[in-house]
């Protein structure tokens, strides 16, 4: 079967750690070297990890691995046990004797859904780790997006399963493709504009976010395009369009939204039509999050009325 994810790009692998009683868990996305890395924030409220080598002129460009989680910012642990497992590897930033291995972090605010005492801690980051392969990615209610939500915006009672999507398109000889932890306190769309979780079109925010629905989506999107960080920035741009287009309301002060993007190969591409391509996969991965979503923890999945 074609693979049509994140890890059609060569060499990029993910792995999952999945609690599915207490509707946590991680995922991790394992990225071959040489690479390039670069992130952008757009919801107000993020939690991170190492995300300050993002910033201009920093010295450190390729990171060895990403970590998502839930858990809110309990969850930046995960990243403990995905270094431990990288260093046993040998794979990380050369400083002799040591290698240090970069791995930028971000959370979901999930404590609501399920049991929030249970957060992915190291072990589970290390699970996760273990895990990652180059088939398939494993889309729905599982790893970083087991307790995601959406469309709670329009008021109590009216939250539905989010999770894990992804996508993967060619342009020429380049892959770009997208992995999404769609955690979104707004209603869900596609690229066309079709509603797949059931609300209004314009967002006329009949209820506002209370605290407690704190809400993030979670942007990875990686290519065997050669780019540069300047490059890739215009890349997560794109990527926040996206989620713009498909998440009515996004980016308010309640969420915690972040793209980041990863050149991890040597072909020849434009970075301008590549920045389109991601637009498009990353929407794309926001429906596959929606349509491989479970109901779990009381939670009801899309079209699922027996809740």
Not at 105 to 123: Q, T
Not at 178 to 186: P, Q, T
């Amino acid at each position: 079967m074609e693979n049509k994810t994140l890890t059609a790009v060569p060499g990029v692998s993910v792995g999952h750690w999945t609690d599915f009683t207490a509707a946590t868990g991680a995922t991790v996305i394992v990225f071959p070297a040489p690479n390039v890395a670069a992130a952008e924030i757009r919801g107000a409220a993020p939690g991170t990890r190492e995300f300050g080598l993002f910033g201009p002129g920093m010295a450190i460009e390729m990171i060895q691995a990403l970590v998502f989680a839930g858990g809110s910012a309990y969850g930046l642990a995960a990243a403990d046990g995905v270094m431990r497992e990288l260093e046993m590897d040998g794979r990380g930033h050369d400083k002799d004797p040591w290698v240090v291995p970069i791995v930028p972090a971000a959370i979901i605010f999930d404590l609501m859904v399920g049991d929030g005492a249970v957060r992915p801690g190291p072990e589970e980051g290390a699970a996760a780790y273990r895990a990652a392969n180059t088939g398939p990615v494993v889309m729905g209610s599982v790893g970083a997006g087991t307790g995601a939500t959406i469309s709670n915006w329009r008021g109590p009672g009216s939250e539905q399963k989010g999770g894990i999507g992804s996508a993967a398109l060619q342009k020429g000889s380049v892959t770009v493709g997208a992995l999404v932890v769609l955690n979104a306190g707004g209603d869900i769309f596609t690229l066309e504009g079709k509603s797949l979780s059931g609300g209004p079109a314009v967002s006329s925010m009949p209820h506002l976010p209370q605290r407690g629905l704190e809400q993030t989506t979670l942007v990875a999107i990686a290519t065997d395009a050669r780019l540069s960080r300047k490059e890739l920035n215009r890349v997560c741009v794109r990527a926040h369009d996206a989620l713009a287009v498909c998440i009515r309301p996004v980016h308010t002060r309640y969420d915690g939204d972040i793209a980041f993007a990863v050149s991890c190969g040597l072909e020849d591409g434009n970075s301008d039509e590549l920045s389109e391509v991601a637009f498009e996969v990353v929407g794309r991965a926001v429906a596959a999050a929606v349509g491989n979503s479970e109901t779990l923890a009381g939670v009801p999945s899309v079209g699922d009325s027996s809740l």
